[in-house]
């Protein structure tokens, strides 16, 4: 009979974190909307800005794709913590591949009993992670501009600075929440050069 009156119990405790993380998510939907935009330079808000709540300190990476000859402008905003504004942390990066060379020595005994050693290259590709914008080296900028020359997928990786106000204003009770918007605008890009 014990265990009856134990089941609800656990229920509640396993249920309880699933509905307060749904909560704050709800409640940050749709952030990206809020955010300013720069339509008077030409920028339409882009399908693949995001929204959402991110426990403060924690840093979050979104990949997204970027096509040739687009212009591009990166913000993060988090209008309901004005607190947080000039605060965030982000870095555009990409994976590379390149191709090396690597080299294996091999010593193994010939016909005549000489020990010889034979030297095989080898190419191989390895990625390695290229860092293209960085805002921690550019005085903090809250967004950055930049055209594609060809189409690419980037990550973009935001880190959402800890309050020093205490409790959040935005609406998560009792939380370490911030919502926060990513918003990616575009707008066709400069081609220089002659047209026919």
């Keep these: ?9 656990a229920a509640i405790l396993i249920i309880a ?8 998510q709800r409640e940050c ?12 330079m030409g920028f339409t808000r882009n399908m693949q800005s995001l929204s959402g709540a991110f426990e403060q300190g924690d ?3 979104v990949q997204i794709i970027v096509y040739k000859n687009m ?3 990166i913000s993060v905003c988090s209008p309901s913590n004005p607190e947080l504004l000039g605060q965030f942390q982000f870095k555009i990066a990409e994976d590379v591949t390149k191709g090396v060379w690597k080299e294996t020595t091999k010593k193994y005994v010939d016909d005549a009993g000489v020990e010889q050693t034979k030297t095989t290259r080898k190419r191989v590709y390895e990625k390695s992670e290229v860092v293209r914008y960085d805002n921690s080296k550019d005085e903090m ?11 690419r997928k980037l990550k973009v990786k935001v880190y959402v ?8 204003s935005s609406g998560l009770s009792g939380s370490s929440y911030a919502c926060v918007g990513l918003l990616i605008e575009h707008q066709p890009g400069v081609i220089s050069g002659f047209n026919r």
């Design 161 to 168: 600075p800890n309050s020093d106000g205490g409790e959040m």
């Design 141 to 151: 900028s809250q967004d950055f501009i930049f055209q594609s020359n060809q189409t």
């Design 29 to 40: 939907y749709n952030t990206v909307s809020f955010c300013e935009t720069q339509k008077k």
């Design 71 to 73: 212009e591009y402008r």
């Design 1 to 9: 009979m014990n265990k009856l009156k134990f089941l609800p119990l």
């Design 17 to 24: 974190p699933i509905i307060s993380f749904a909560q704050s």
């Design 59 to 61: 840093t979050s990476v």
